[in-house]
């Protein structure tokens, strides 16, 4: 619980909350949970397998390895039995309950074992140890193996639409093992996106990695819209999004990188002649990130990463505009136009906005955008709206990889 507390309440110092898990584990170890307590208590192995997905998903989003070992370890999964089931003078335990039903324990159960594939992923990625192709093909047909098996009701459809929600709490577990196997394929995966425009070999990884972060963008705009009635209030799916975020971030900005790519290599101006058929894949990655760059400024308190996140879109967005209609209007000289880069729900009219610097900024915070982004008909105009790269030197040129190596 404290480390929860840590984890919302700082929401940007999850390191602080990973310390805390370090602590819990070792007294957990110290109390014998990572030994299965097959003559002792059926609630010891639920803890314990709490603890093994925390430090698997800490692990992997801080880029730490993880506590735990597999080979030190011999704790079962817990036994598929209600909760209500489990009563402190029951001498054995009741049956075992289908999971093909929905129920607490499947998921978490599942979510276990998708974790320790996940584990293993992480592990050959942060290695010293050059990590061959070869590896990553297998680890990704056991990452194929592990959702092979995943139960009917932990399966959302492709395109859940939100009147197809009729549990809410069963749909946040299924989009979430989903999300959590997509993240593992694009950590597999990520190394090789870029090499993949030059080398064809690694064409497999960049389709995966880019299927991976739309279903990812996808799950996003159903779990932002999904509310819960708790004592006749409309309740926000804040658990959801909060455990989430960073696999909304991380989706995003593989689906930037890619486009940046394709940007560089004038393959964008290209596609409306040569490639019609790549067309459709490109507006489809361009809605899910003008949704997402939509859904992290709409949050009451943005953190940093959000608006950073949201700063790398626009500027991807105003670039492939631009690529993309200066290939229109080649013929007469024009410029691109802007037209529906910034959602018309984020604001008014562009008039009504006036600059935003360090000096007018919320909590001077000098990374603070706001939530509201004009709309521009001009490409110079848009970036010249920009701040210096004084201002903000992540900014500077517009270049999408050194945005990135400030760690977003």
Known sequence: MYMLCEHMWLGEYRFRASLILSLTIRLAMRAGYHRDPSHYSEVRRRS??????????????????RHISDRRTDTALPSNIADEDLQPDITSLPPLRNPEEPSAISFLNYREQLCKVLGQITDCTISFEDLPYEKVLQLDQALNGQIDVRPAW?????????HMVKDPITTNQAIEVDILAQRARIILHRRF????????????????????????LQHQTTVSQISFNVDGMSVPNWRALSLMHE????????LCLDIDQDIRHGRISRRLEELPGKDSELQEHLGLLRSCRTILLDADKPNRDAQRAAQVIEVVLLQTTG???????????????????????????????????????????????????PMFSDLDQAFASFPSEEQFPFLAGSDLNDILSLGL
């Open 48 to 65: 314990w397998s709490y603890l093994v997905q925390l430090d698997i998903l800490f692990a992997s989003y801080l880029g730490l390895p």
């Open 154 to 162: 932990l399966d959302p459809p492709p395109h859940l639409e939100l």
């Open 193 to 216: 996106l870029v090499p993949a425009h030059a080398n064809p070999q690694y064409l497999p990884s960049r389709n995966k990695c880019l299927a991976a972060a739309a279903r990812i």
């Open 247 to 254: 696999d909304f971030l991380l989706a995003s900005i593989i």
């Open 323 to 373: 690529a993309r209609d200066a290939n229109l209007d080649k013929e007469d000289g024009a410029k691109g136009a802007i037209a529906g880069v910034c959602p018309a729900s984020l604001g008014a009219d562009p008039a009504a906005f006036a600059p935003v610097g360090p000096e007018n900024a919320s909590f001077g915070d000098p990374y603070w955008f706001g939530n509201q982004v």
